[in-house]
């Protein structure tokens, strides 16, 4: 069973910055794509940004220019860089990962990790 592992979370002030780092118990390149969503309290989990095996990236509209997702592939872990964070970036943030085969598609997702941005 594919596996994602999340790390840095936490508060953070308004304006600031936090980098969420993704490291899957396979290779990155054995998916098609990965990426991140969230989902705050009392909302539907949404897509915050994905990036493909072949480097396309996409973001939400609320996030562009201030998100970038990327990779490093010796790490074997896709990042979250989130800066000018807001009150509305508060919400439990999920690495995902997907992988595509003849008329079966497969995601997998990590457990979480809790970004709360507030004074």
């Known amino acids: 069973q594919v596996q994602l592992v999340e790390s840095g979370g936490g508060l953070v002030q308004p304006g600031g910055s936090l980098r969420l780092a993704c490291s899957p118990s396979?290779?990155?390149?054995?998916?098609?794509?990965m990426g991140w969503y969230r989902q705050a309290p009392g909302k539907q989990r949404e897509l915050v940004a994905t990036l493909s095996n072949g480097g396309i990236t996409d973001y939400a509209d609320s996030v562009k220019g201030r998100f970038t997702i990327s990779r490093d592939n010796a790490k074997n872990t896709v990042y979250l860089q989130m800066n000018s964070l807001n009150a509305e970036d508060t919400a439990v943030y999920y690495c995902?990962?997907?992988?595509?085969?003849?008329?079966?598609?497969?995601?997998?997702w990590g457990q979480g990790t809790q970004v709360t941005v507030s004074s």
């Open positions: 995902n990962a997907v992988r595509i085969l003849p008329y079966k598609r497969f995601d997998y």
């Open positions: 396979e290779r990155i390149f054995s998916f098609n794509h």
